[in-house]
Structures are given as C-alpha cells and as structure tokens.
C-alpha cells in the first residue's frame, strides 16, 4: 500500500459525458501528478501540481483540467469523453521539495480504470 | 524532447539472471528512475540513479552512464513473482520542477 488514495477504481460512462477523479496523496507529501496509462502509448505524465498550484504540464488535452484543493487533495476532470481516452489514470505523490533538491520517488495511487462506451 | 528505449519483452528462467536495458536521449538530465509494475496495478519504486555507477538493491541492482545516456536494470536469483513490466522512467528539469518521462516498459515473463 502506497499510501497515495484514489476513487473511483472503476468508472464507466459514455462519449460526450464528463467525470472526476480523485485522488489522496501520501500524508506530507505536497506534490501530486496526474498520468494517463493506455496499452499503445505507456504512462504518459498530464500535469502536477505542488501545494495547490500547477507546477508542470504534459501532454493534457484541453478538454483535461485539474486542480489541488488547501487539503492536498487533487481531481482531475475530464470533459467531452471519447472513445480514445479510456485509459488507466494514475495519481501519483512526492515530496519534491522546493528549491532543486532534485527529483523525489513517486508513489502511485492504485488507478482509476475508465472505460468510455 | 525525449526518448527513452527499452526493449518490449525479455523471457527468463526462475533463479537466473536478467538484465533490462534503457537507453535515452534528453536535457536538463537530472535521474533515472526503475519502477516495477504488475498488470492492472500502480507502478513501485525500484531504484534511483542520478550519478554514474551501481546501485544494490538486494537481487535489484541498477546502474547508470550519464555520458553514454544508458542505464540497466539488473534481477538476480529471479522469482516468478518478477513477471512484470520493468519501466524506466528519466527525470529532467522543467520550469522549477523535476518530471519523469516514461519509456513503454519492459515486460519480462519469468518461467520455471
């Protein structure tokens, strides 16, 4: 067990709708990142965000938004489904602290499987 | 940008030894990372490498070469509960933070 929550662990709807994601990092960490895993394209980073602001995007389509609320806690929406982007997402946390002290370990969140129909 | 390269799949038998290798290409280099993850499941840590050389991990062993942008993962005395995908993930720079670009992984089928 990481430590690192996510809900829902599976979520199945159709094209055109919207969901959210959440996800509870590890107690004291302050960095949390988003990713998207498919079989054809591997983990893929979408955002981060580091003590309630976004620190760093990826490849996030537009219709793809986030947000890390005072309790740390993140969501991750995603708007007008398609087929394409049923994927595992993942949530992910770190210390990272700041200042450059380098890169920390992530801990994954056990995913969130959706399936868009 | 960057590419990272690991071959797809690897077989290996119980109780020998196997080396997973990564090669990549990137800038503002600041770690490579070795992250072990069963079918349906979250990534796990492995092992981090930032400097040249080995790191030892138990049967895990990882070692990196910064001027030759390659790294292996090592696993020693292999089990079948190592039948997983092996990813290897390079850290780099970016606007004040460190994230980590995944390759496709590796997937190494342990047989008896």
């Known amino acids: 067990d990481s430590g690192v929550t996510q809900t829902p662990k599976h979520l199945i709807t159709a094209t055109g709708q919207r969901v959210t994601l959440r996800c509870s990092p590890r107690?004291?960490?302050?960095?949390v990142y988003w990713y998207q895993q498919s079989l054809d394209q591997g983990l893929q980073f979408l955002i981060q965000?580091?003590?309630?602001?976004?620190?760093a995007k990826g490849n996030i389509l537009e219709r793809f938004s986030a947000q890390q609320f005072p309790d740390l806690h993140s969501e991750l929406n995603l708007s007008s489904l398609e087929l394409g982007d049923s994927a595992l997402y993942f949530c992910?946390?770190?210390?990272?602290?700041?200042?450059?002290?380098?890169?920390?370990?992530?801990?994954f969140g056990p995913g969130t499987r959706l399936t868009v129909l | 940008g960057q590419n990272i390269d690991q071959p797809t799949e690897m077989t290996a038998t119980e109780g020998a030894i196997v080396q997973i290798n990564c090669t990549y290409q990137?800038?503002?280099?600041?770690?490579l990372f070795w992250y072990q993850q069963h079918a349906g499941e979250a990534p796990t840590f492995l092992s981090y490498?930032?400097?040249?050389g080995l790191e030892e991990k138990g049967r895990f062993s990882s070692f990196l070469s910064r001027s030759k942008g390659y790294s292996y993962l090592l696993l020693k005395e292999l089990q079948m509960k190592d039948s997983a995908s092996y990813l290897c993930?390079?850290?780099?720079?970016?606007?004040?933070?460190?994230?980590?670009?995944f390759g496709r992984g590796t997937s190494l089928i342990v047989h008896p």
């Open positions: 992910a946390s770190s210390v990272d602290a700041r200042g450059g002290e380098g890169p920390n370990e992530q801990f």
């Open positions: 107690s004291g960490d302050l960095s």
């Open positions: 965000y580091y003590n309630g602001e976004e620190r």
């Open positions: 990137t800038s503002g280099f600041n770690g």
């Open positions: 490498n930032v400097l040249d």
């Open positions: 993930a390079v850290s780099a720079a970016s606007g004040g933070s460190y994230i980590p670009t």
